[in-house]
């Protein structure tokens, strides 16, 4: 199927749209007489932390490739079209094989090679202090080490694309310039660097914060203290757990205010994103509850978050509805936004040029959108039934 025609109001300003792709590029978007019955139309979303899917988790070796083609197809369900597979604090020889199992994925299915725009890898180099540090294991993070970075590199051929660390080791600068230098994208995370430390990663090419403010201490200094001197950081891109629960809608907000176009959303799913309730083994977190809410806590201890398992829909949805974001901006935020942090070719949104991935969505009475179809360079991959 060469040429595509898809009809809808546009998610900017519900102007009604043929937009045609050909060859799954955008070629023309022609307006249309007003027609409220048509669906929604708004560019695919974009993830750039999932540590898994559906009982697929990128952290359990070995990784079955059929499995990423898997969480490729059950993501569009959700209207994501471009992910970024993330893989944790492991050991040194488990970490080259996950990279190498979703390298070869990208290789084998045309549909993972276009939907997964590479790898995040999250970790070891981070901080080892409780806090900071999460649930990453604390004998396996170390300093950045950059032969050992090439060796996952070249079992990855080349798909880590983004990288997230903590600048306080020494040697940092250095590597972040050779990542940098690489076209990797450097993030940092999980760390408790001081103002100088951070400051110097960025001069030194750093670009992104991880999920900021999770992973960190539970008590701070009021100032200063990593997540302000993150924040002043104006080339910092802000990645943002949306899940309502990792945090509290104020310091979203607040986020979102100081960081403007450079905030975003993440899911930071783990392998119990998508799956009923119930009682769950992590091997990492151990026992589990995910609730009917879709929260995920330790069964032991409910207060305590195990990670997240709602997609990166729910997070538009929830700053549409706290009406912290128009739903232009919200879609945004988790779409052309993260997109443009990596410079991918999503980052131009329904526009002549770009790719087409779309999300066409309907809308109930609180304005929370709901995804009716997906489309992935200019291919229906998805339809609700
Ligand atoms: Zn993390």
Same mark, same amino acid.
């Given at each position: &199927?060469?040429?595509?025609?898809?009809?809808?109001?546009?998610?900017?300003?519900?102007?009604?749209?043929?937009?045609?792709?050909?060859?799954? #590029?955008?070629?023309?978007?022609?307006?249309?007489?007003?027609?409220?019955?048509?669906?929604?139309?708004?560019?695919? $979303?974009?993830?750039? +932390?999932?540590?898994?899917?559906?009982?697929?988790?990128?952290?359990?070796?070995?990784? %079955? *490739? *059929?499995?990423?083609?898997?969480?490729?197809?059950?993501?569009?369900?959700?209207?994501?079209?471009?992910?970024? !597979?993330?893989?944790?604090? @492991?050991?040194?020889?488990?970490?080259?094989?996950?990279?190498?199992?979703?390298? @070869?994925?990208? /290789?084998?299915?045309?549909?993972?090679?276009?939907? #997964?725009?590479?790898?995040?890898?999250?970790?070891?180099?981070?901080?080892? *202090?409780?806090?900071?540090?999460?649930?990453?294991? /604390?004998?396996?993070?170390?300093?950045?080490?950059?032969?050992?970075?090439?060796?996952? +590199?070249?079992?990855?051929?080349?798909?880590?694309? $983004? $990288?997230?660390?903590?600048?306080?080791?020494?040697?940092?600068?250095?590597?972040?310039? %050779?990542?940098?230098?690489?076209?990797?994208?450097?993030?940092?995370?999980?760390?408790?660097?001081?103002?100088?430390?951070?400051?110097?990663?960025?001069?030194?090419?750093?670009? &992104?914060?991880?999920?900021?403010?999770?992973?960190?201490?539970?008590?701070?200094?009021?100032?200063? %203290?990593?997540?302000?001197?993150?924040?002043?950081?104006?080339? =910092?891109?802000?990645?943002?757990?949306?899940?309502?629960?990792?945090?509290? &809608?104020?310091?979203?907000?607040?986020? &979102?205010?100081?960081?403007?176009?450079?905030?975003?959303?993440?899911?930071?799913?783990?392998? $119990?994103?998508?799956? !009923?309730?119930?009682?769950?083994?992590?091997?990492?977190?151990?026992?589990?509850? =995910?609730?009917? +809410?879709?929260?995920?806590?330790?069964?032991?201890?409910?207060?305590?978050?195990?990670?997240?398992?709602?997609?990166?829909?729910?997070?538009? %949805?929830?700053?549409?509805?706290?009406?912290?974001?128009?739903?232009?901006?919200?879609?945004?935020?988790?779409?052309?936004?993260?997109?443009?942090?990596?410079?991918? !070719?999503?980052?131009?949104?329904?526009?002549?040029?770009? !790719?087409?991935?779309?999300? =066409?969505?309907? *809308?109930?009475?609180?304005?929370?959108?709901?995804?009716?179809?997906?489309?992935? +360079?200019?291919?229906?991959?998805?339809?609700?039934?």
């Amino acid at each position: &199927m060469d040429k595509v025609c898809l009809r809808g109001r546009d998610y900017r300003d519900l102007a009604a749209v043929e937009i045609h792709a050909e060859h799954g #590029v955008i070629c023309q978007i022609r307006p249309l007489p007003q027609d409220d019955a048509l669906p929604i139309i708004a560019p695919g $979303l974009v993830d750039l +932390q999932i540590n898994g899917f559906a009982g697929v988790d990128f952290n359990h070796y070995p990784i %079955n *490739e *059929e499995s990423v083609l898997a969480v490729t197809r059950r993501l569009w369900q959700e209207g994501v079209t471009t992910f970024l !597979p993330t893989v944790i604090t @492991n050991n040194d020889d488990d970490t080259e094989q996950m990279v190498r199992g979703i390298a @070869n994925a990208r /290789r084998r299915f045309a549909a993972v090679g276009y939907g #997964v725009a590479g790898i995040h890898l999250e970790g070891p180099f981070i901080s080892a *202090e409780d806090g900071p540090r999460g649930a990453h294991d /604390r004998t396996l993070v170390k300093a950045p080490d950059w032969s050992l970075f090439q060796r996952w +590199q070249k079992a990855a051929r080349g798909d880590i694309r $983004l $990288l997230t660390l903590a600048p306080e080791w020494p040697g940092s600068a250095a590597f972040i310039r %050779n990542c940098v230098q690489e076209g990797v994208t450097v993030s940092l995370g999980h760390t408790g660097a001081d103002a100088a430390q951070i400051a110097a990663a960025v001069e030194a090419g750093a670009s &992104m914060s991880t999920h900021l403010g999770n992973g960190a201490h539970l008590l701070l200094p009021r100032h200063p %203290n990593y997540i302000w001197e993150q924040l002043a950081q104006d080339k =910092l891109w802000c990645a943002m757990i949306g899940d309502g629960e990792h945090l509290p &809608m104020s310091v979203l907000k607040v986020f &979102m205010r100081v960081k403007r176009q450079r905030a975003f959303l993440v899911s930071d799913t783990t392998s $119990l994103a998508g799956m !009923p309730p119930g009682r769950y083994q992590l091997h990492i977190g151990g026992d589990v509850v =995910l609730s009917e +809410q879709g929260r995920l806590s330790l069964a032991d201890n409910p207060g305590l978050l195990a990670g997240s398992a709602r997609s990166l829909l729910y997070g538009v %949805n929830a700053l549409i509805t706290a009406g912290m974001a128009s739903r232009h901006e919200a879609w945004d935020m988790a779409s052309v936004r993260p997109a443009a942090m990596l410079d991918l !070719p999503a980052k131009g949104g329904l526009a002549v040029g770009s !790719p087409l991935d779309a999300a =066409l969505l309907g *809308e109930n009475g609180t304005g929370e959108l709901k995804v009716l179809s997906t489309y992935a +360079q200019g291919e229906c991959v998805w339809r609700e039934q």
